[in-house]
């Protein structure tokens, strides 16, 4: 029972979002899950000029595991 988080570009012109959400969709609703879509960035979250909000994220996440 691994949490999972997703975090993905709204505006990706690469990978299929709805194909992300349906997999989203998917997973047990018992298992802790969250999903973050950024709707102004494109592809690379963690390289667009607002990364700061991905990393922000990210850590908030981690942070939320730590004793």
């Known amino acids: ?4 988080h997703i975090m993905m570009a709204g ?3 690469i990978v299929d ?3 992300t ?3 989203y969709d998917l997973l ?3 298992l ?5 879509i950024y709707d102004h960035m494109y ?4 390289n667009e000029l607002e990364k700061h909000e991905t990393y922000h994220k990210l850590a908030t996440i981690f942070e939320s595991y730590l004793p």
């Open 43 to 46: 592809h690379e979250i963690f």
């Open 17 to 19: 979002g709805q194909r």
């Open 11 to 13: 505006n990706d012109q």
């Open 21 to 23: 959400i349906g997999f």
């Open 1 to 4: 029972k691994s949490p999972t």
């Open 32 to 36: 802790e899950k969250s999903i973050k």
């Open 28 to 30: 047990n609703e018992n």
